[in-house]
């Protein structure tokens, strides 16, 4: 199949090399010249595992392309995809200016009959509001399909290639068999294709985000019952999610979460059952929980030198919202250090792959450090925000002889199974005590 995606970013460029992969012709469009610029140069403007291979395999053999002429992209085009962004407002609403622009834009560039997939995350009721515009402009028939995207950033390649359902939402025959055939590849080895109205499948895209991110928060505030307590929240979290009803899956308690998605998302759910006059109690609790526990790091530093950080020089592992992407949006680490740096406390800060987007962030405000072990020199607490794997074990004696202070503050509790205290580290992590787990 001929296919356009428009939107370059984290979904759709996985998107493009993934139909690509599967034999159809693939051209992505963005408005940003100069991510396109990178793209044509063979050159991937994101950090996510496995991507480079796909696009570069696909591009040699032709089925990929890239484009700023998002008009010429479509010409030709059976199916579009809609990739482009939908931040969050002022008021929590999704922005959805990129996705009218993007719709314009197709129905003065179709040249045949077309099926239009809103992939982006947009509220109930986007498709009738796609479905509109299109109705005014265009020329040819058409076809609305919502079929939001799962993949988790660290992992999206093989979430797109091996998804665990595929959701369709349309009214349409012909975009529904369309669907059918594009996605027959990737569903192979069993039905993955739920299908249902649009209305239903927008939603659903919400409801997966805001329950995932309830879970985190609920299990925030389990480790902060557990802190007063004396429970250590991982032998609680073994304990509830061996139940087969619960599952052992996001009840990891920790620094909050962050991303693109999860606070934007369950703001927008939030915001869409106001606008409904329908206040969604949970959802604005796992927000309010969330944006409380993205303060637990700092408070704890603070509890440790008397409420007074002036002068503390203080080294921060991980700034990227989680492990194995380069993705800094919302990311606890940045709550973290401008509070850090407003109390007058310096901060050496590492990331694996997230330096580049940091330095964009902080300027020189911040130290970034090449090597994580010399955020830690000097330092009067280290604490761990973003659980990459090659922090997970790190070399305790060399972080004790060059630390000023050893304080560590564990923001994932990757390191609670360690028995710090025995090696002479002050040590503090999110709800689990800090001697050897009981069992
Ligand atoms: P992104 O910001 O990385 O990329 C969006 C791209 O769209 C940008 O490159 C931007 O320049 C481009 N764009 C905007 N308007 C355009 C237009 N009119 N024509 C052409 N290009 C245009 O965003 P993302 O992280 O890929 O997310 C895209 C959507 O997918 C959002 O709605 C998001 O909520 C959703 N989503 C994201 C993820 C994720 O993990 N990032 C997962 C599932 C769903």
């Not at 001929?2 to 034999?23: P, S």
């Not at 294709?193 to 209305?199: E, H, I, R, S, W």
Request: hydrophobic share 40%.
């Amino acid at each position: 199949m001929r296919i356009c995606v428009i939107g370059t970013g984290y979904v759709g460029l996985v998107t493009g090399a993934g139909f690509a992969e599967t034999g159809n012709h693939v051209t992505c469009v963005d408005v940003d010249s100069t991510k396109i610029a990178r793209l044509q140069a063979g050159e991937i403007p994101i950090y996510e595992p496995g991507l480079e291979d796909l696009v570069q395999g696909n591009r040699s053999h032709g089925r990929l392309t890239f484009s700023t002429d998002v008009a010429k992209g479509i010409a030709g085009a059976e199916v579009v995809f809609v990739t482009v962004g939908t931040p969050p407002r002022p008021d929590g609403g999704a922005d959805l200016s990129f996705v009218d622009k993007a719709a314009e834009t197709i129905a003065d560039a179709m040249t045949g009959e077309l099926v239009v997939v809103l992939k982006s995350t947009v509220p109930v009721g986007t498709h009738e509001r796609v479905r509109r515009i299109l109705k005014e402009r265009a020329k040819h028939p058409f076809h609305v399909v919502s079929n939001p995207e799962f993949l988790k950033e660290g992992d999206a390649v093989a979430d797109f290639m091996k998804p665990d359902r595929v959701v369709v939402g349309t009214d349409s025959e012909h975009a529904r068999e369309t669907m059918r055939r594009l996605y027959a590849p990737l569903t192979m080895t069993r039905e993955r294709l739920v299908q249902m109205d649009p209305a239903s499948a927008e939603l659903t895209k919400y409801v997966a985000n805001a329950m995932l991110a309830m879970r985190i928060s609920f299990m925030n505030e389990v480790a902060a019952l557990c802190e007063r307590v004396g429970a250590d929240v991982r032998l609680v979290r073994y304990g509830v999610g061996s139940d087969e009803r619960i599952g052992p899956k996001f009840l990891y308690s920790g620094c909050g979460y962050g991303g693109s998605c999860f606070p934007k998302d369950v703001l927008a759910l939030l915001h869409t059952g106001r606008e409904l006059e329908l206040e969604l109690e949970l959802v604005g609790a796992t927000d309010r929980v969330n944006q409380r526990q993205k303060g637990v790091l700092l408070r704890k530093l603070k509890a440790r030198y008397g409420g007074d950080l002036r002068g503390r020089r203080v080294g921060v592992w991980g700034i990227s919202f989680k492990p194995r992407t380069d993705d800094i949006r919302e990311a606890p680490a940045l709550t973290l250090i401008d509070g850090l740096l407003a109390e007058g406390a310096s901060v050496a800060a590492h990331d694996p792959v997230a330096m580049e987007a940091a330095s964009a962030r902080f300027g020189d405000r911040v130290e970034l450090v090449e090597n994580e072990y010399d955020a830690a020199k000097g330092a009067d607490a280290l604490v761990l925000v973003t659980e990459w794997q090659q922090y997970r074990s790190p070399d305790f004696a060399q972080l004790r002889a060059s630390m000023r202070r050893p304080l560590l503050i564990d923001g994932r509790n990757v390191w609670a199974a360690y028995d710090l205290g025995e090696q002479g580290f002050d040590y503090e992590g999110i709800g689990v005590r800090a001697s050897k787990l009981d069992r």
